[in-house]
């Protein structure tokens, strides 16, 4: 197959790219220029020379950049100054995703994303290519890992439609999804306001008791309305479907996202159902696979933005089928750890109000926060209650937050290492951590499949357990791939047939 | 080659543990290797717990200085030799040539110098954080002492964790995993499948250098990867450690790290 290379469009959008990444300079050449008695036209001269240098350079940049996907690699030759050749193979290939946002679908262009497990970035990054070439490649990788040839009869397989999200469902998932992050962000906006708020009313007293409510809310309120905003545009049209061994996701009202993931590369999968997608009966899954670095939350590991809770579970199990889970729950002496913790937590705070009431000027009714004391225990409890584990036949669930409840499924085949710790506090108890690590993205949001604060004993058996099932899971997926091999060689033995791709 | 399979078995000669071993030792290099699996772990821990408790004063005396001078590199030559004997029959070694066994050892702990290293290493916080109080005690409160206290304190401190880190510390070459068991105030016990291995460094910052120590660092593809490092270990050992996990991780067909 002859090499390829970017659309010609591309040229022109990434130069206005350039461009308008230097638009500050426009600004301050503008500026600059009048306020020294400079022409304008100088500045204006500037911007246009940068603008004709900025074309010429991706110009080049496009006539040098040339991809070609051959059997069992996918190479790229680019570079301008420096010459860089990659070659990818396409067993190790993670995830395909398209996305283009306004501008891109205007022209007709769309960004291709290839990314693998290693590495910190992305690994292949074509910006831009047309559209039809974007699915023509995005078909073509995932034909040849199947190890279909181009000219083969075989057809696509028939993709089957999992989910796709109804206006009912993208509203909950706007109402829920209100993200508690913007509130704190409130917080920092408040202090600013409120001077300006207090200003309206006589009283300084009257109002800051009055205003502080009202700004608090009507903050939250606004950062509720843009965050809902936000995800109902991000998963406008959301659909799922399944076609062979790979899900096909598409997305997005004003910034599309199209992408594949492989399933034999799934390695956690996670249920979220914050406390108020809980109430109505609502929940999310997610997908992770190693292609993403870990703390991207690019979102695009969502397999199921929102749906009911029932559904949810049902198309989990369709991507990684796991058993009912046996919930084994942490005794309740953790319980009282909790409190214990909660509660000197907000001794803590009483000191510092305390310390603020008595150093500074401000002078209130410190003892206040001590309210905070019979809240503890009610924390605790709710804690404690989220907090879960199970081990069954080829996976590991665990299962904790009360704000955000999140559920992991980890398959043993996939465990990277086993990590069981046990803090001070918890040896008094007689308490321990037991962390599966995977693969998966783990990161900012998404947290690690942990057993917390269960029984000493448990934790330490269950290390064992999940270890030695690894290692059973790992003979058997060993004898699955020699029976395949075997068959592929007897199966060769007229003509070249099929690899068998290491990631199989 | 031969030379370094054939030394420890004419030291060991005379040892009551491996006493009748000689005799059918010298039959071909294939079972020289495959033999020693055995015997080697009863006479490997006691080598170790010589070599970890005190390096020092074994050199001193006679019949002890003969095995302190001759173990490590018998043991160093060990893992040497059966490379030596696969990348001659050709670059590829198959997971099945690898006897598990022959790399798998017992608990160890790491040499006692690398409390030195992390004495050091508190030297320079104490430091830091003693100068500071000590400007600000000597600027601010009149107190000219409180710096030399901070400084004393956090030393003192750091030799106590020190030792104590020591203590907690250990790790074990098991069949399919490498199992380390560390942590002062949490207990840290952590699992890394062979399968999982990535890759295995040995890094030596000056301090290690100095006292002739390594760290070696297991990295595998989990999101908490770069976690996993073994300090303390003695340069010949942590390249043992490294070539054996190399060839467990191989024996172990790492075809799904990921």
Not at chain 1, 107 to 136: H, K, P, W, Y
Not at chain 1, 335 to 346: F, G, P, Q, T
Not at chain 2, 155 to 181: F, N
């Amino acid at each position: 197959m002859p090499a390829h290379r970017l659309a010609p469009l591309s040229v022109f959008y990434r130069a206005g790219e350039t461009v308008m990444r230097l638009a500050w300079l426009l600004v301050i050449a503008t500026i600059g220029s009048r306020s020294m008695g400079v022409p304008t036209e100088v500045g204006v001269g500037v911007v246009a020379a940068g603008l004709v240098l900025a074309l010429v350079y991706q110009f080049v940049y496009w006539e040098r950049y040339e991809y070609e996907l051959t059997g069992d690699t996918f190479d790229i030759r680019s570079g301008v100054l420096s010459k860089r050749t990659r070659e990818i193979p396409l067993g190790r290939i993670q995830n395909v995703d398209l996305r283009r946002n306004v501008v891109q679908r205007a022209l007709g262009i769309a960004e291709v994303r290839l990314e693998t497990a290693g590495g910190s970035e992305t690994e292949a990054q074509l910006r831009f290519v047309g559209e039809d070439e974007a699915e023509r490649l995005r078909d073509a990788v995932s034909r040849r890992k199947r190890g279909v040839s181009d000219d083969s009869a075989e057809s696509e397989p028939e993709a089957e439609l999992l989910f796709a999200v109804t206006p009912r469902e993208l509203l909950i998932l706007g109402v829920t999804s209100v993200d508690l992050r913007l509130l704190s962000l409130a917080s920092v906006f408040l202090p600013v306001l409120l001077p300006s708020l207090t200003d309206r009313f006589g009283d300084p007293l009257v109002s800051f008791a009055m205003a502080a409510p009202l700004g608090a809310f009507g903050l939250a309120v606004a950062a509720a309305v843009l965050s809902g905003l936000y995800s109902i545009t991000n998963y406008y049209g959301f659909r799922l479907s399944r076609a062979g061994s790979e899900l096909r996701y598409e997305r997005g009202l004003l910034q599309q996202f199209a992408g594949t993931i492989p399933l034999e590369k799934v390695q956690t999968l996670a249920v979220t159902e914050n406390v108020l997608a809980r109430r109505l009966g609502y929940a999310s899954l997610s997908v992770e696979t190693a292609g993403y670095a870990p703390g991207d939350s690019s979102g695009s590991q969502s397999a199921v933005p929102i749906a009911e809770r029932e559904r949810v579970f049902s198309l989990a199990r369709s991507v990684d089928a796991f058993g009912d889970p046996d919930w084994q729950r942490p005794p309740k002496r953790a319980r009282a750890r909790y409190v214990v913790r909660y509660v000197s937590l907000v001794l803590v705070l009483t000191g510092i109000a305390y310390a603020v009431d008595r150093f500074t000027g401000l002078s209130y009714a410190w003892y206040y926060v001590l309210l905070g004391v019979p809240l503890a225990p009610v924390g605790a409890h709710l804690k404690w209650r989220n907090l879960a584990y199970a081990v069954c036949e080829d996976h590991v669930l665990t299962r904790a937050g009360f704000w955000s409840r999140e559920t992991r499924v980890v398959p043993y085949y996939r465990i990277q290492t086993v990590v069981h710790s046990q803090s001070v506090f918890q040896r008094r108890r007689h308490l321990a951590t037991v962390l599966v690590d995977t693969a998966g993205g783990g990161g900012i949001t998404g947290s690690d499949a942990r057993a917390i604060d269960i029984d000493a004993d448990d934790a330490a058996a269950l290390r064992e357990t999940v270890h030695d099932r690894l290692q059973d899971s790992l003979t058997e997926a060993r004898a699955v791939r020699r029976r395949r091999r075997l068959e592929s060689i007897t199966a060769a033995g007229t003509g070249p047939g099929p690899d068998v791709s290491p990631g199989d | 080659m031969s030379d370094g399979d054939a030394e420890p078995d004419e030291e060991a000669g005379p040892d009551p543990e491996s006493g009748s071993d000689p005799p059918d030792g010298r039959g071909s290099e294939g079972r020289a290797t495959r033999r020693e699996a055995p015997d080697r772990t009863p006479r490997g821990r006691a080598a170790t717990g010589e070599n970890d408790r005190d390096p020092e004063p074994a050199a001193g005396n006679g019949a002890e200085a003969n095995r302190a001078g001759t173990d490590p590199p018998g043991r160093d030559a060990e893992p040497a030799a059966t490379t030596g004997d696969h990348s001659t029959e050709g670059s590829e070694v198959t997971p099945e040539e690898i006897d598990v066994d022959e790399l798998t050892g017992p608990v160890r702990r790491l040499d006692p110098r690398v409390r030195y290293v992390w004495v050091l290493g508190s030297v320079v916080g104490a430091l830091v954080l003693g100068g500071i109080a000590g400007v600000v005690g000597f600027v601010a409160f009149d107190r000219p002492l409180l710096g030399p206290a901070v400084f004393l304190f956090l030393l003192g401190l750091g030799a106590v964790l020190a030792v104590l880190r020591y203590r907690s510390w250990s790790y074990e070459v098991r069949e399919d995993s490498l199992y380390l068991e560390r942590g002062v105030l949490t207990h840290t016990r952590t699992v890394v499948p062979y399968v999982r291995i990535q890759h295995v460094d040995a890094s030596r910052g000056p301090v290690e250098r100095a006292l002739g120590l390594a760290t070696a660092v297991v990295y595998t593809a989990g999101s908490r990867g770069a976690d996993v490092s073994i300090p303390g270990l003695t340069t010949d050992r942590a390249d043992d450690l490294q070539e054996r996990l190399k060839r467990l991780a191989i024996a172990a067909e790492g075809e799904d790290a990921v």
